[in-house]
């Protein structure tokens, strides 16, 4: 186990919602960056944020928003929600973002649906 | 812009033998080169990961071998196991200047391993 957690397992949204996405990270991991993997598809990275300031953005528009809590925790919130937006979110947590410490630990993920 | 890219998408190996998966990616920028294993239901999880600074990487059963000059690196599976069986993630990343941990994936390689 990574020690990185997140909540909910599951969720089943319809189009035009918004939902909230949950990451704990393993005590002392002052990084978290945020993955969309569709289903049969590698994860696609959408931020990036250390030390609670977004760090680096992939390819997402602006209705993916994230924030970070200094008790390591973060959330993923996605407005405005599209049919393309179904796929497992995943977190991962590392100590920082320089080269001896930027190992990446994934939780399970959340897989989203919408309707 | 797909900037790393895998092969084969699936692979079927008799138990005993070897599981090779390969990856080629195009900035030369990339200076961090990961192998994720992921399971159904699962996070990806850090199998075996690999500098440009040296050619080989081996750990147990496992090896990277990277080619600098042609972009491309690859992983072995020595006496691949029926556990063994799940999707491979080849992945790349900058870790200088403070970017560590935003992976770039390829599309994945589901191996299977028959008894």
């Known amino acids: 186990e990574t020690g990185v957690t997140q909540s909910p397992t599951h969720l089943i949204k319809t189009r035009g919602q918004q939902v909230t996405l949950r990451c704990s990270s393993q005590s002392g991991h002052n990084t978290v960056s945020w993955y969309q993997q569709a289903l049969g598809q590698g994860p696609q990275f959408i931020f990036q944020?250390?030390?609670?300031?977004?760090?680096g953005r992939g390819n997402f528009p602006p209705r993916f928003s994230g924030l970070q809590f200094p008790n390591y925790s973060s959330e993923l919130n996605v407005n405005a929600l599209e049919l393309d937006d179904s796929a497992l979110y995943l977190c991962?947590?590392?100590?920082?973002?320089?080269?001896?410490?930027?190992?990446?630990?994934f939780g399970p993920g959340t897989r989203l649906t919408v309707l | 812009q797909q900037q790393v890219k895998q092969s084969p998408q699936s692979l079927i190996v008799q138990k005993g033998g070897i599981s090779i998966i390969n990856c080629a990616y195009e900035?030369?920028?990339?200076?961090?080169f990961p192998w994720y294993q992921q399971f159904p239901g699962k996070g990806p999880a850090l199998l075996i990961a690999i500098r440009p600074d040296v050619s080989e990487k081996k750990e147990g059963r496992f090896t990277i071998s990277f080619n600098k000059s042609a972009k491309q690196f690859s992983l072995h599976i020595m006496d691949s196991q029926p556990g063994d069986s799940a999707t491979y993630f080849c992945a790349a990343s900058i870790t200088w200047h403070n970017q560590g941990g935003k992976l770039i994936f390829g599309q994945g390689t589901e191996l299977s391993v028959k008894p």
């Open positions: 900035n030369t920028a990339f200076d961090y």
């Open positions: 944020y250390y030390r609670e300031e977004e760090n």
């Open positions: 991962a947590s590392s100590l920082g973002v320089d080269r001896s410490t930027d190992t990446q630990y």
